[in-house]
């Protein structure tokens, strides 16, 4: 049995436990293509106008897939207790049914964490039932699974990027081959984690890039912002920043902030803000980001509490290159220029 | 202490009365125009929803008249809404207005909640068995506050050249605000049915006014500055509107945890749902599509959702809405606002869509697939 699984939105962040639980399965979960001009348009033209960009991608790749038994669409509820994942997430599959191709069966399973492991085994149990498996492969497919992410997990925190990881993983597992990044490089190009050696040699300046994985790591439609990054300084993201180092700038906040994604965005941008070797944090954000509207405001104050330089970067389906390059070189610009003339205060006073 | 609040539609009318029956002191914030929207839109982030800018401007403005302390509904989320009252907050003492927070936040959304928060504010003065009697004296207004808005909404059209509907409605809601018991609250009620008495009307229309449902954002739909008068307009356009939320049927199912029904109950919602969106997905999104699909079963003509830009549950809605439109064969019209939306492209799209149903009921009540672009 082959089963379709978009290469958007879920894609970045919980891939590696879908393959590992259908591997273990022994369902084949299969990939849509990597993302391009086709399957954007494709996006714009069946998604909802006003929904967000990573949205629109989503039912790009839903609607290109082919040849296949069903598409799988979970529905993300919670993925940690006292959490939620974005509203629209929680309205998977029914909001983007209409792009499913004619005739194509959707599996789908609720995952809310909110509810207990226990529930979110059962939903799994469920899940499996409709495929025809029984409880003991779910038990298997479940060990899988977590053994899966937790890897994967373990080697975004040690700084490794996010396409050699999955191949590595479908390497290991004889799974569904990705498609590497052009120029994405070793591992090592990303640069000296801050957390493994505080004090580093500069001869580039050292960035923090914030942000949804679904857009840090669309390297179509964020128009290859890592790799440009990545040529001019060194480039750490949020996954680098382990859970219990993110949540102890979480107590800084009177008010929890109730998504998941936010309180890692925000953590890590804590830890990076207070960071001496840090020399700037860039927030990519997209058009419409309801969660982003108001992590940024908070990010943006600590940014400002600790004199960082900051910058958001808000993109969508309608960025241009030349506006990207502008704004990344005269941040760059800026902080090189920091760096050499100007003392550690800051010029406020 | 001065307690201020956010305005939304006639709510200020209850929140007013429950202060007042506490002897708290309360600074009901000037009704929301331009200058609070501009107010609160320099001092918001710019991707923040249309509700919190206008929301920031109230407590701005209520500032210049003394106010130091917030009251608020929280949240858990999903819907950003529940961290609007932590951002304000920073917000304003960055801006130099350390206003106090109090939230009702749930599980302490609750009645016991509510109460409890009520009693910070109100202090020694208030016994529990007043807090207890105030609140529900509140909410006994907000249901007399809805059933003016019904009659309001069915007498618009039938009214409209023979009387000042909108002075009238106005005249209404200061008695209401003014009306201190259960009696006099009574007496407000009959005097407006008196005043526009929908039976008699009824009788010499030839045929029926169209009938419109508006679904969508709570605030927008709540609030007649930020949905631009639409619910004005299409009565002045001869249509008959209901709405998918009313205040105490909110009320009920939130702060009284679904305990009382209020005027229009909104506990059916999720299930009428089901079969298009089967989860709450945070906000009213799963409330719209139910509310859709009630509105359709009722024979209604047409069907509005607005919501603010960016909005995340109802944009998960609007995708799901042409399903319903299709089943039901309804025409279902989508807007969107922000603080740049114009009056004129509100009337224009509003008069479009009221054409479009006129027509639809002269080709003989059977409802073609007029939208050929609904979902695409």
């Known amino acids: 049995m082959k089963l379709g699984f978009p290469r958007a939105l879920h894609y970045y962040d919980y891939y590696p436990f ?33 929904t967000c960009m990573p949205i629109k991608l989503l039912v790009g790749h839903i609607a290109s897939l082919k040849d296949m038994d069903g598409v799988f669409l979970p529905r993300m509820v919670s993925v940690q207790e006292k959490t939620y994942l974005c509203p629209k997430m929680l309205g998977l599959p029914e909001s983007v049914l209409s792009a499913v191709p004619e005739g194509m069966p959707v599996y789908s399973v609720t995952i809310n964490q909110r509810l207990g492991a226990q529930k979110v085994y059962r939903a799994l149990e469920g899940l499996a039932k409709e495929l025809g498996k029984s409880r003991a492969d779910v038990k298997k497919a479940y060990m899988t699974g977590q053994n899966w992410q937790k890897l994967f997990e373990e080697q975004r925190l040690a700084g490794k990027d996010f396409q050699a990881v999955i191949k590595a993983l479908g390497q290991q597992s004889k799974g569904p081959e990705p498609v590497p990044v052009p ?15 505080p004090v580093i ?10 942000g949804h994985s679904y857009l840090v790591n669309e390297h179509f439609a964020n128009h290859n912002l890592l790799k440009r990054l990545r040529e001019k300084a060194y480039v750490r993201l949020i996954e680098e920043i382990g859970p219990e180092q993110a949540e102890s700038q979480l107590s800084g906040l009177d008010k929890p902030l109730f998504w998941s994604h936010a309180q890692k965005i925000y953590g890590a941008g804590g830890v990076y803000a207070d960071h001496p070797q840090v020399d700037g944090l860039i927030y990519l954000s997209c058009f419409g980001c309801g969660s982003d509207s108001m992590t940024q405001e908070l990010v943006a104050s600590r940014a400002r509490v600790a004199h960082k330089p900051y910058m958001v970067l808000t993109i969508d389906e309608h ?23 100007e003392s550690n205060l800051s010029a406020h006073g | 202490m001065k307690v201020t609040f956010p305005h939304m539609g006639n709510a200020w009318i209850v929140i007013q009365a429950l202060f007042n029956a506490l002897d708290i002191e309360v600074v009901v914030p000037p009704q929301n125009s331009k200058r609070a929207l501009d107010l609160g839109t320099k001092l918001s982030p710019e991707s923040a929803c249309l509700p919190f800018k206008i929301n920031l401007g109230n407590y701005l403005e209520a500032a210049e008249q003394g106010a130091d302390t917030i009251i608020i509904t929280g949240g858990i989320g999903p819907c950003r809404f529940g961290y609007y009252g932590e951002l304000e907050r920073r917000l304003l003492c960055e801006a130099g207005y350390p206003y106090e927070l109090v939230i009702l936040e749930p599980p ?75 009696r006099s609250m009574a007496d407000v009620l009959r005097w407006f049915g008196e005043q526009a008495d929908i039976g008699l009307l009824m009788e010499d229309q030839k045929e029926r006014p169209l009938r419109v449902g508006i679904t969508g954002e709570i605030y927008t739909i709540l609030d007649p500055f930020t949905s631009l008068d639409a619910e004005k307009t299409l009565g002045q356009l001869g249509v008959e509107v209901d709405r998918s939320i009313y205040l105490s049927g909110w009320v009920g199912q939130h702060v009284f945890q679904g305990l009382a029904g209020g005027y229009k109950p909104m506990k059916m919602y999720p299930k009428l749902a089901k079969p298009y969106l089967n989860h709450v997905v945070g906000g009213h999104g799963a409330e719209t599509v139910g509310a859709a699909v009630k509105f359709a079963r009722e024979g209604m003509d047409g069907i509005i959702q607005i919501f603010p830009l960016t909005c995340m549950p109802e944009i998960v809605a609007a995708s799901i809405l042409p399903k319903v439109q299709a089943d039901y064969n309804i025409p279902v019209m989508t807007l969107v606002v922000d603080e740049q939306t114009g009056r004129a492209g509100m009337e224009t799209r509003l008069e479009a869509f009221v054409d479009l149903l006129e027509r639809q009921r002269l080709q003989g009540g059977i409802r073609e697939d007029v939208f050929s672009n609904a979902g695409k």
């Open chain 1, 18 to 50: 879908w393959a590992g639980f259908f591997q273990g399965l022994g369902i084949e979960l299969v990939l849509s293509p990597p993302s391009n001009r086709a399957i954007m348009e494709t996006g714009l033209k069946k998604a909802h106008t006003e």
């Open chain 1, 183 to 197: 120029g994405s490089g070793e591992p090592s190009a990303a640069g000296p984690s801050v957390v493994e050696q």
């Open chain 1, 201 to 210: 040699k500069k001869d580039k300046p050292y960035i923090a890039l914030l």
């Open chain 1, 319 to 341: 960025t241009g290159e030349a506006g990207l390059i502008t704004r990344i070189e005269a941040f760059l610009d800026m902080i090189e220029r920091r760096i050499s003339s």
């Open chain 2, 108 to 182: 302490d959304g609750s009645m016991l909640g509510l109460a409890r928060r009520i009693k910070y504010l109100a202090g020694k003065k208030n016994s529990w068995g007043r807090i207890i009697r105030a609140i529900g004296f509140a909410y006994r207004k907000s249901v007399v506050l809805d059933q003016i808005e019904d009659r309001v909404h069915k007498a618009r059209p039938l009214l409209q050249g023979l009387m000042d509907v909108e002075k009238l409605y106005d005249e209404a809601r200061q008695r209401l605000a003014q009306a201190m018991t259960d």
